[in-house]
């Protein structure tokens, strides 16, 4: 049970490497059948695996979002936050938005159930 923390955070690593490679079926099956997902390009949130998947769909046709885990830290409940280096171009290349924000994310029986953005300044780890 003490490698629990870590194998979230592999976890939490291969989800963004499925993400960044558009890989979405890999993604989803990290994640619950009724994860909650932010729709932070759009505002908003989807529920569950096939909203997800439109909502990343839709995205990925307008913009080129890179998301890198720099650090994750424990929290309370089975929580992890991850701090996260966020670079989002557009179809051309040029950069939107280089910045650093929070992922937070409420993990259940070893899969994402849900995930939250907030501004880097205003996470806190408790």
């Known amino acids: ?10 976890l939490l690593r291969a989800a963004y490497a499925a993400f960044n ?10 994640m619950t ?3 909650a997902w932010p729709k932070a390009f759009k505002g908003g949130f989807v529920r569950g695996s096939e909203e997800v998947r439109a909502y990343w769909t839709e ?3 307008e913009i080129n979002p890179h998301v890198e885990p720099v650090s994750f ?3 309370e409940a089975g929580r992890i ?3 996260v280096h966020q670079v989002v171009r557009d179809k051309a290349g040029a950069v939107l938005a280089d910045e650093h924000v929070g992922h937070r994310f409420t993990l ?6 849900a995930m939250e953005v907030c501004p880097h300044e205003f996470c806190t780890t408790g």
Request: hydrophobic share 45%; proline share 5%.
């Open 81 to 83: 936050l991850v701090d």
């Open 73 to 75: 830290y424990s929290e």
């Open 1 to 10: 049970m003490s490698d629990q923390p870590a194998l979230l955070i592999e």
């Open 21 to 30: 490679a558009r890989d979405i079926n890999a993604a989803l099956a990290l």
């Open 108 to 113: 259940e029986h070893g899969l994402i159930q």
């Open 59 to 61: 995205q990925w046709s």
């Open 33 to 35: 059948p009724d994860v």
